[in-house]
């Protein structure tokens, strides 16, 4: 009984597909296959529904530059948007300076009790909060049970009180509602390049500028200095120590 705070006991159970990545990735090698979580219907039925209850609405609120996990962009909408920007820097003989980051292994870094406080800032109601904490655990303790499948039968099990999962219905939200606190900071402070379409002597603050591009864990910055890039680039730094 969900009221209760008591889950099934087989929802604290996780399976780890591993699914090989190419080269050169080593097939031999558990950490460097992709870790895809198969968890049961049941529990991703009643997570889809508080999905689309809970977190779609928040997720609608999230800045503008976050263009993954959402529906009807894929990974070429911000290489496009990249694109046409060096183009006119080109074109034009204008300085562009660019930043990019892979955040690695972004879903099972995340630190489940920092994702917990941005969920609460938000405005993700206090049952979602507590039913996502009540299935994964924030402490040892609590934790799922995971276990490998590979070829040659299930691995030894081990807790899983870290990051998000690969495969949890609700983690793509869950990131970018963890990711929107870094991309609001650098948007308050750089200004990026302009766009095209507006004179030299507008005004600053009316013309039309971008300063980044979000695809899921890929972040793309464009600037027209490189004092700009700096402060992201310091930005992206306290905000990893801040963020565990």
């Known amino acids: 009984d969900l009221r209760e705070g008591s889950v099934p006991r087989h929802w604290k159970v996780v399976l780890y597909a591993l699914l090989q990545k190419p080269p050169p990735s080593s097939p031999d090698r558990v950490s460097e296959h992709r870790e895809i979580a198969l968890m049961p219907q049941d529990m991703k039925i009643l997570l ?12 609608g609120r999230m800045i503008s530059a976050q263009g993954g996990w959402l529906s009807g962009f894929g990974a070429t909408d911000p290489g496009l948007g990249a694109a046409a920007i ?26 489940r009790e920092a ?50 999962l690969m495969g949890c ?28 379409g ?7 603050d009316t013309v039309r500028r971008i300063s980044q591009f979000a695809y899921a864990d890929d972040w793309l910055g464009a600037f027209s200095s490189e004092s700009e890039l700096r402060k992201a680039w310091s930005i992206w730094q306290l905000w990893e120590l801040a963020s565990g």
Not at 128 to 135: F, G, Q, S
């Open 48 to 59: 889809q529904m508080v999905r689309w209850a809970a977190h779609q609405r928040i997720v």
């Open 86 to 111: 060096m183009q006119q820097a080109r074109r034009l003989q204008t300085p562009l300076f660019l930043l990019y980051i892979d955040l690695a292994t972004f879903f099972p870094r995340i630190n």
């Open 198 to 204: 507006f004179g030299k002597d507008a005004v600053d």
């Open 169 to 196: 219905v609700l983690s793509p939200d869950e990131a970018k509602i963890f990711l929107n606190s870094v991309l609001v900071a650098i948007h308050l402070v750089v200004k990026g390049v302009r766009l095209w």
């Open 115 to 164: 994702c917990n406080m941005r969920k609460m800032m938000v405005g993700l109601p206090r049952e979602v909060r507590e039913l996502t904490a009540l299935i994964y655990g924030l402490r040892k303790e609590d934790a799922v049970e995971c276990f490998y499948d590979s070829a040659g039968g299930l691995g030894k099990g081990f807790k899983n009180w870290m990051g998000n």
